[in-house]
């Protein structure tokens, strides 16, 4: 599975990460273990807007030295970047070029020889949770709880567009939606290693319908969900696949950008898939500068940051509100239906 997976996803990403090579050197101190590294590099999924996610995580840079510092390393460089796609953050972190990833579990899991999870982000929870996704409609818009959660849903929105709309209706009049319906909508996809854009939704095909993302007549791969969005609200697309609370980030660019009214107004679910362990942190197993202690600071640190109001508004743009420590284990689940999905695109 992994080797077909690797050769399908090689194929979607021609473009990878370059990372500086990295360098560490150990220094005789006080303490006879003072710990250098030239330059640690971070890589971002574009689950955002690219520019928007560099802009906001600017501060992470001196976050992540000065708690490390704490920790003893001198880093002397913090380097951010955001892949083409998710394939190239995974590629990146099996190359070696990409010290520190912040990637989905489906990623994850596909290039775990390269890559290992550290930590699992926690999320705050949502007001709206139900299998339904009528429910959803009658309880707009969907606001945030305090109450954290480990695991997050796929939606199947659909947009203003005239086949949109007339897929809302059916659901919000208690029909059932046919894969007539579906199939004669276009749709939204991102790439086969998105948890929300592809895998999980694939299955929510498979288990409802028999079918799966590859049966679709229509399906337009989107780079970004920002694309998506905007694909959305100009009616190229009649329904997207994202992330639960993807609306509500959304919500003022589909105004002020989109030229849209409201985005709860124009937008209904017709989709709700099961819940999807939350996104990792993961370090490369090929980093020149990674080992035990150094993952060790990596993960402290970063539960660190989580815990502070500045570091909260820095993972903010992924909707993490915290970080807890992770087994590869935990990510068990996503590996199932990996294989599934290979299965079914076979």
Known sequence: MKKFGRTVLTGLSMALLVGCANESTETAGNDGASKEIETLTVGFVPSRDPEEIVTATEPLKEMLQAELGELGY???????????????????????????????????????????????????????????????????PTEPTTEQAVSYRSLIVAGPSEKGKE????????????????NSATWSVMSSSSPAGYIYPALWLDENYGKTITDLSNAIISDSYASAFARLASGQVDVLLTYADARRDFEEPWSTEYGMEDIWKDTDLIGVTPGIYNDTVSVSRSSEIMNDDLKAAIQQAFINIGETEEGKEVISIYSHNGYQEATDADYDNERKAQELVQTLGQ
């Open 74 to 140: 001198t880093v002397d460089e913090v380097e951010i970047n955001v892949g083409t796609n998710y394939e190239a953050v995974g590629e990146g972190l099996s190359a070696g070029t990409i010290d520190i990833g912040l990637i989905p579990g489906g990623t994850y899991v596909l290039y775990d020889d390269g890559a290992e999870v550290v930590l699992t982000a926690t999320r705050d929870g949502l007001s709206n949770d139900s299998d339904n996704p009528k429910d959803w409609n009658e309880n707009e």
């Open 167 to 182: 897929l809302a209706a059916k659901v919000n009049s208690g029909e059932e939606l046919t894969w007539e319906d579906l």
